[in-house]
C-alpha cells in the first residue's frame, strides 16, 4: 500500500518519520540533545502533503475504472504473499518433523543396536555361564571317574590278595593232603611187602594150581569140539542126500546174489534212459514223470496242443523262408509216414533264428526237440563217450521222436587231423560218429554252427541238407521290430496286462 500513501517516490520514508527524527536527532536549541520531544510539539512540525496526496490519489483511484480490479490485485497479492509465507512456515514445520522422525529413527537405531549388543553381551554370558558350567560338570565327571577308579583298584588289589590267601591255603592244604597221601601209601607199601614176603609160599602155590587149571580146561574144551566137529562132518560127509542140497543150496545163493546185482545195474539204466534227462541235454520239451508231476496243468496242455506252424514267430527273408518251409514239410511227412530223418546242418552269424526254427520245426512235425551244446562236451573228458552214447540211448527211447540240435556244434566236431584236439574230445567225436553213422527213424540230428569249414569230414557225409541264415535284411528287421511291439507293448496296453 505504499503508492497508495506516496511512498517509494522520494527516500522511502515518510516526510514525517523524517522530520520527527531530525529533530529528534537535532533536538531544540535549549535541549541540547539530551531532551525528548515536547507534547506540545508534537504535531508542530506535521506535513500534511503526504495526506493530501493519499487522499488525492484515493479520489483518483474511486474515479477510475480499474479502481475495484487494482484493490482485487492487491488483495490477491497480499493472499499470494501471506501463502507464500504459510507454505515456508509449513516447509519449516514440515521439516522439524523430518528433522523429529530422523531423531526418533537414530533413536530406535541406536536402541535397537544397544539391545543387539545387549544381547549378543547376554549371549556371550550365557555361554560362558554354560562353559562354566560344562566344565565344572566334566570336572565333578572326572573327580567321580577317578573316585570309581579309585575304588575298583581297591577292591581289585582286595580280591587279588584275598584270591593269593586262598590260594595259599588250598597249596598248603593240598600239600599236607599229599604228605599224609605219600605217607600212608608208604606205609601200605610196605604192610602189603611184608605179608607178600610172609605168604611167598603159599601165593606161588596158588598160581601153580590156577595154571594147571587154566591148561586142562582148554585142553578139554579142544578134545570136546574137535569131537563135535569131526563126528559132524563125517555124518555129513556119509549122507549124500545133505551133500547134494548144501551144494546146490550155494549154488542158488551165488547165482541170486549175481543175478540181483546185474538185473539192478540194468534196471537202473533203463530207467535213467526212459525218465531221466542226460547231463549233455540242457533243455527238451520232453515229458518226463518228474516234470509231469510238478506241473501237471502245463503237461497237460502239451500233450493236447496241436502242431504249429514252423515259421509262427519267425521273420526269415522270403528265399530262407521258402527254403525252410520245404524243410519243415518233408520232417512232417517223414515223421507220419515213419521214415527215416534227414540230418540239417544250420550255418550263420548268432541271431539269425537257427535255435528258434529247430524248436518250431519240432513242434511243426510233433516231435520232442532236446538242446545240447557243443562246449559242454570238452570238460566232461573220459566221460564224454558215456554222455554221448546217453544222449543218443535216451534219444532212441522216445516214441514221438527227438530232433537233437547240436548248438556250436564245431566246438567239438572239429577235424581229428589236426593236433590241438585232446585225445578224450577224439574219442567223443568216435562215440558221435558211431551213433550217427546211420539214418534213423527214431531222431533227426541238426548241427548249429558259426564256421561249418572247421567240422571234420566226416561230419560233413553225415549233413543231407545245408541252410545258410544269413543276417536279416531292412524288410525283415521293420517286420521284427512290429512283431515284437505288437507282441510286447501294444498287445498289453490293449488287453491291460503287464
Do not use: C
Not at 24 to 42: I, W, Y
Not at 467 to 485: H, S, T
Amino acid at each position: 500500500m505504499s503508492w497508495l500513501f506516496g511512498w517509494g517516490r522520494g527516500s522511502g520514508a515518510p516526510p514525517v518519520e523524517e522530520q520527527a527524527g531530525a529533530e529528534g536527532t537535532g533536538g531544540t536549541p535549549g535541549g541540547g540533545g539530551s531532551g525528548g520531544v515536547k507534547p506540545g510539539d508534537k504535531w508542530s512540525n506535521f506535513d500534511p502533503t503526504g495526506l493530501e496526496r493519499a487522499a488525492k490519489a484515493a479520489k483518483e483511484l474511486d474515479k477510475s475504472r480499474h479502481a475495484k480490479e487494482a484493490l482485487g490485485l492487491a488483495r490477491m497479492q497480499e493472499q499470494t504473499v501471506q501463502l507464500e509465507h504459510e507454505s515456508k512456515v509449513k516447509e519449516y514445520e514440515a521439516a522439524v518433523e523430518q528433522l523429529k522422525g530422523e531423531q526418533i529413527h537414530l533413536q530406535g537405531e541406536e536402541r535397537r543396536k544397544t539391545l543387539a549388543e545387549e544381547t549378543k553381551q547376554n549371549q556371550a554370558r550365557a555361554q560362558f555361564q554354560d562353559k562354566l558350567a560344562r566344565q565344572r560338570y566334566d570336572d565333578q565327571l572326572r573327580q567321580q571317574q577317578f573316585i570309581n577308579e579309585e575304588n575298583l583298584r581297591k577292591q581289585e588289589e582286595s580280591v587279588v590278595k584275598q584270591e593269593s590267601m586262598r590260594k595259599a591255603t588250598i597249596e598248603h592244604e593240598m600239600e599236607l593232603r599229599r604228605k599224609n597221601d605219600l605217607i600212608r601209601v608208604e606205609a601200605e607199601a610196605k604192610a602189603r611187602a611184608q605179608v607178600e614176603r610172609e605168604n611167598a609160599d603159599l601165593i606161588r602155590e596158588q598160581i601153580r594150581l590156577k595154571a594147571a587149571e587154566h591148561r586142562q580146561t582148554v585142553l578139554e574144551s579142544i578134545k570136546t569140539a574137535g569131537a563135535v566137529f569131526g563126528e559132524g562132518f563125517r555124518a555129513f560127509v556119509s549122507d549124500w542126500d545133505k551133500l547134494t542140497a548144501t551144494a546146490a543150496g550155494l549154488t542158488l545163493l551165488a547165482a541170486g546174489v549175481y543175478s540181483a546185482r546185474n538185473a539192478t545195474a540194468v534196471a537202473g539204466r533203463y530207467v535213467e534212459a526212459r525218465l531221466g534227462r542226460p547231463s549233455l541235454v540242457r533243455e527238451t520239451s520232453r515229458i518226463t514223470v518228474a516234470e509231469a508231476i510238478k506241473h501237471p496243468i502245463k503237461t497237460t496242455r502239451r500233450l493236447r496242443s496241436r502242431p504249429q506252424d514252423a515259421l509262427e514267430g519267425v521273420v526269415l527273408s522270403a528265399s530262407l523262408e521258402g527254403r525252410v518251409r520245404d524243410v519243415a514239410i518233408a520232417t512232417r511227412n517223414t515223421r507220419q509216414n515213419k521214415g527215416l530223418y534227414r540230418n540239417i546242418l544250420m550255418y550263420g552269424p548268432p541271431g539269425t533264428g537257427k535255435t528258434l526254427f529247430a524248436k518250431k520245426l519240432a513242434l511243426h512235425s510233433g516231435m520232442d526237440y532236446a538242446i545240447m551244446t557243443g562246449g559242454d562236451v570238452a570238460p566232461l573228458g573220459r566221460d564224454g563217450v558215456t554222455a554221448m552214447h546217453k544222449v543218443f540211448d535216451w534219444a532212441s527211447t522216445s516214441r514221438r521222436g527227438v530232433l537233437l540240435f547240436v548248438d556250436e556244434a564245431d566246438a567239438f566236431l572239429r577235424k581229428r587231423s589236426t593236433e590241438k584236439i585232446s585225445e578224450d574230445l577224439r574219442a567223443t567225436l568216435n562215440a558221435f560218429l558211431y551213433r550217427t553213422g546211420e539214418q534213423s527213424n527214431k531222431f533227426m540230428l541238426v548241427l548249429a554252427s558259426n564256421q561249418p569249414e572247421q567240422f571234420d569230414w566226416a561230419i560233413n557225409d553225415r549233413i543231407d541238407e545245408i541252410v545258410n541264415f544269413a543276417l536279416p535284411g531292412l524288410d525283415e528287421r521293420e517286420r521284427l521290430v512290429r512283431m515284437y511291439f505288437d507282441k510286447f507293448v501294444l498287445g498289453p496296453a490293449t488287453t491291460g496286462r503287464q
